[in-house]
């Protein structure tokens, strides 16, 4: 009789314990779920965010630690709470803990900060983190003042030298030619296998000089400008076999780029690749290519960041398996970034239906839902299919606060087909708007080329619209005519 009643307390008080923990609202557990349990900083005084999403009232409370302030925004369900740290000018690293609590949950927050004598800065080619000219802002945000985009296509990419692929040097005319089209960024594709020395993969100076030259052209006339890293020869091969070789190669190059542009403000980005691929293999990525093609964003951002100075902080562009937006969603891994990922943009281009955009022997002339004739249109990538590629790369990343960079849209000028006029300028604004619908960068292909087959909109010796209407297409798009 004795255990049956010590039985019955027994249960009775479990059975407490479990109501006092229940919402008197709903009769559900309370929750408590932070957005990040611990925040790094690099030695410079910084801020960064921490969303709360609570079922409760909470508070959160710093330690005794001078160099950590909070400010919070709201005390009861979803909200956010700001973590700025100081300068630290100490010799060692640092760390202190937040912790958040609502009713009797509490999580904690692990803050660390480096110091300027972290081994990261502690080479002759790093110096320290520098915050002046670049802003605190979302990549996201940022790519909103980069709309629309074009390409400095078949110029300093060109193999052998600027002018070999067929086009004049790029001018300053030029340049404020294609910003009083209305156009806010460039994207200067560049080939940097121009060496002094091929073993150290050691950049010539005069080539530097020249990329530079051409940077401050788009910078000077108050545009935003894009450098990559090319195709260059095909030498960034995703395989195991090429894996060494091309992060060492790739580290080695990106250092002297990073180096060179380390003082530019936040109108500089640098995109670390360019559609790669094992060449001439189009089908989606096996997971030792993904991998090893991920792993190529990751030496890019961590390179450019050791080299500290703005850099530290500057806004970098990453690329989707062969800049393939299915591949993107399926095998595409964030970087890893001490400056914050939200400083990453991602990059994908955009040439579907192929044979209406790039196969110069194809007959397809006509897109979309106002093409008149069968036989010259493709049966998929209309308008719908538009739409849900675009909607992919905003549900995946733009709406994530991600920057997202179309880095390569168009079509050819099919000038032995009367009708391709027509429709050249339909897919361009309908392809457009869907972009800026879905909160993306368009940038436009120009190769430079205006004749048959070619895809460029200007004259690269005089400036001049080369194709009024296709231009007149971006911009009423973007302005959401």
């Not at 008197?24 to 969303?51: I, Q, W």
């Amino acid at each position: 009789m004795l255990r049956k009643f010590q039985l019955f307390i027994l249960l009775a008080f479990a059975t407490s314990i479990v109501s006092c923990s229940k919402d008197d609202n709903n009769g559900t557990k309370p929750t408590l779920k932070l957005s990040a349990n611990e925040m790094s900083f690099m030695a410079e005084s910084a801020s960064k965010e921490v969303t709360v999403e609570s079922t409760a009232a909470w508070t959160v409370t710093p330690d005794t630690a001078s160099w950590v302030t909070l400010t919070s925004e709201g005390t009861t369900g979803i909200g956010k709470f700001t973590i700025q740290v100081t300068e630290n000018t100490g010799e060692n690293s640092r760390t202190a803990t937040i912790t958040v609590t609502s009713g009797e949950l509490s999580q904690v927050v692990k803050v660390s900060q480096v110091s300027y004598n972290d081994p990261s800065y502690d080479t002759m080619d790093s110096i320290k983190p520098n915050h002046v000219g670049i802003r605190d802002i979302t990549s996201f945000e940022l790519s909103k003042e980069m709309v629309p985009g074009w390409n400095l296509g078949n110029s300093l990419e060109a193999i052998g030298g600027e002018t070999k692929w067929g086009n004049p040097l790029v001018t300053q005319r030029l340049i404020d030619s294609i910003k009083a089209a209305g156009f806010k960024s460039v994207r200067i594709p560049v080939a940097w296998s121009q060496f002094s020395d091929e073993t150290s993969f050691t950049i010539k100076t005069e080539w530097m000089d020249r990329v530079e030259e051409v940077v401050n052209y788009v910078l000077g006339a108050g545009l935003y400008a894009v450098v990559n890293m090319h195709w260059d020869g095909g030498w960034m091969q995703p395989t195991y076999a090429k894996q060494q070789y091309v992060n060492d190669r790739m580290s080695a190059m990106w250092k002297q780029i990073a180096v060179r542009f380390r003082n530019y403000d936040d109108h500089l980005i640098f995109a670390g690749t360019n559609e790669v691929m094992v060449e001439g293999n189009y089908n989606a990525p096996s997971n030792e290519y993904a991998e090893v093609q991920n792993g190529f964003n990751q030496v890019f951002v961590s390179t450019v960041r050791a080299t500290g100075g703005k850099n530290t902080y500057r806004y970098l562009a990453v690329q989707g398996f062969n800049t393939n937006i299915d591949y993107t969603i399926s095998s595409f891994i964030m970087p890893t970034d001490i400056a914050n990922d939200k400083r990453l943009l991602v990059e994908v281009h955009y040439y579907d239906p192929y044979n209406f955009t790039i196969n110069e022997k194809s007959a397809i002339s006509q897109w979309g839902k106002n093409a008149t004739d069968a036989s010259k249109t493709e049966t998929w990538a209309n308008e719908t299919y538009v739409d849900k590629q675009f909607g992919k790369m905003k549900t995946n990343f733009a709406d994530k606060g991600y920057g997202v960079l179309v880095g390569e849209y168009g079509t050819i000028a099919k000038l032995s087909f009367e009708d391709n006029a027509k429709f050249r300028v339909d897919y361009t604004l309908y392809v457009t708007q869907s972009m800026v619908k879905n909160s993306l960068v368009p940038m436009y292909w120009d190769n430079g080329a205006t004749g048959n087959n070619g895809m460029g909109l200007f004259n690269r010796n005089t400036g001049e619209k080369a194709y009024p209407q296709l231009i007149k297409a971006i911009m009423d798009a973007c302005a959401g005519k």
